[in-house]
DNA sequence: GCTGGTCGTTAAGGATTCATAAAGATCGTT
DNA sequence: AACGATCTTTATGAATCCTTAACGACCAGC
């Protein structure tokens, strides 16, 4: 279920896109100003954020730029008719898209579903196996090579998504804490090590010892296929 | 932050252009001639370099093939009226966009932000491979020929990538230093004299004899791909 | 041949980072 | 209310990395 994110400050557009998107099967989270919203992506993590450009405590870039720092979920703005100088300035810190109020319900879906596509470009290989265990990241599912699947908790299993889809580099404790708690908590990562130690219990034949979950000291960690 | 180098030798045209991108949210760092310039892409590598064509010390077109021999970075050529063989001699050379002088602000800025835009879905991130073994600059990783990989410390890491990206020129100690340890330690140039034994111990076939990790005594060292 | 400077090499400590276990905190469910 | 699952936090020893210093080799100039 794709989780949008609506910023407005306006209760009449929040509840208006509310009923709609849910209608269509999104989960729906709002926001009614540009710090709440910057709160919500980094803790709700949604797949869309819609906002709208007037909002009262911020300038729109601002809260794009925010964001931008270090997620890429596509943007779609809403800018009321005339303000075509913040539209501009909108796209140019890293919007998607914008739609100018009023807008047709039609016309937002549309963009809503064609940012969304944009945004998940088929991975090319949605399973990545190693001699041990199989990874489905489309199914969401790890199996072990002998049959039974490994239960793995939610947060295990973005740190595992990450480090699969980044097969064989290099990725920074920074990025897979921002990706995985959120920019706040850059710092901790000791949550790391608690997380991967789990992941080595759960995946690796020698978990003392790994051969596929490897530490880079000082630098972050690596999947080796 | 977008990270733009100016070159031009009329001090009216680069306060012009510092004013006008400050306020548009770039960072902006200047040069007078080919000569500091050359030197600042090298030390502050920008985003992209906007260079005037007529400097007094060299050719233009010297400046681009000068920036052109290790990166891609876009570069914006400006050229006053009439000097039309230097403008095609230019993008000859590797130049991406240009802008007849005199200009307006808004025409540069519409090309600044469509170079950038242009360049960013393609970091220049290569992979560097010499007979004895490869480095991967995006997975971080180097591979010795044989399959085997080396591991490398973080400062080790740190100090290979620049000289690699450096590839076949010399970098400076002092570049080094300021660019691995920070500007404090510009004088400790026995931390590389450590480091740089470390990374032939791990890369070379004769340490002793280094074949990649050149040194040029008094002056700095040198990557040989 | 002596001398001062630069470079290569090595090794020991101290500092940082990591792995691991285990105890609280939180949340939804029964 | 109690439970189980998950997430957060803390503590400890182990592993790794960085810094620093010492010593010898090499080269240029005197």
């Known amino acids: 279920m794709t989780r949008v994110l609506v910023v407005d400050d306006e209760p009449s557009i929040l509840r208006a896109l509310r009923i709609n998107l849910t209608a269509r099967e999104y989960d ?36 794009i730029h925010g964001v931008r720092g270090w997620t ?36 937002l879906l549309a963009r809503l579903r064609a940012a969304v596509r944009r945004a998940s470009p088929a ?9 041990d265990f199989t990874v489905d990241l489309a199914a969401k599912q790890v199996m072990r090579t002998g049959g039974d699947d490994v239960r793995l908790t939610p947060t295990e299993w973005q740190l595992l998504e990450i480090l699969v889809r980044n097969s064989g580099r290099l ?13 706040a908590y850059e710092t901790e990562s000791n949550y790391l090590r ?9 995946l690796e034949p020698e978990p003392s010892r790994p051969k596929y979950l490897l530490t880079e000291s000082g630098m972050g960690y690596r999947f080796r296929p």
Chains 1, 2 share one sequence.
């Not at 709002?30 to 300038?59: K, S």
């Not at 991975?123 to 001699?131: G, I, R």
């Not at 990725?171 to 920019?183: F, I, K, N």
């Open 171 to 183: 990725v920074t404790q920074r990025q897979l804490l921002r990706e995985v708690w959120g920019p």
């Open 72 to 107: 890429s979920i596509p943007i779609i703005v809403l800018s009321a008719w005339g303000q075509e100088g913040q539209k501009v300035a909108a796209l140019d810190a890293g919007a998607d898209d914008y739609v100018t109020k009023p807008f047709g319900m039609d016309e």
């Open 194 to 202: 608690v997380y991967l130690a789990q992941l080595r219990r759960k």
């Open 28 to 63: 729906v989270s709002t926001a009614i100003d540009g710090t709440t919203g910057l709160a919500a992506v980094a803790r709700d993590r949604p797949d869309v954020l819609i906002l709208d450009l007037g909002l009262p405590d911020m300038d729109g870039t601002e809260v």
């Open 123 to 131: 991975p090319d290989e949605p399973v990545v196996t190693t001699p």
